[in-house]
């Protein structure tokens, strides 16, 4: 099945199925039968997954301009991620420090999301 899914045009990355599917460096498909998890999730993992939940709907609700000045400070800045990875990133990031070296060096200012503890 894997070797049919770049065939459709299909990239698929993680679960799928009976499978666990991820690409490596070198962009080949590698799937392995899926594992589920043999205990569940620990309180503590359910509040970080949560918090990750609240920082992406934070994310839906900026206004169009503010994901583009995201999205700019990325492509100015080259740096390996969308706009909502870095929106979200810094929502976990109390520090101004990098917020502020982000402003300086892509000369856009991007507002502060909400910061997530």
């Not at 839906?60 to 979200?88: F, Q, W």
Request: proline share 9%; aromatic share 8%.
């Amino acid at each position: 099945m894997k070797d049919l899914l770049p065939f459709l045009g299909l990239n698929i990355n993680g679960d799928l199925g009976p499978l666990t599917i991820y690409t490596r460096k070198n962009g080949r498909l590698v799937a392995f039968d899926r594992a589920p998890p043999l205990v569940p999730a620990s309180p503590r993992q359910n509040d970080r997954r949560n918090l990750f939940a609240q920082a992406m709907k934070n994310w839906t609700a900026e206004s169009p301009e503010t994901k583009l000045l995201y999205r700019r400070v990325c492509d100015v800045l080259a740096l390996c991620m969308l706009g909502h990875n870095l929106y979200i990133a810094l929502s976990f990031n109390p520090d101004d420090s990098l917020l502020q070296t982000l402003r300086q060096q892509s000369c856009i200012y991007i507002p502060r999301p909400t910061v997530l503890q």
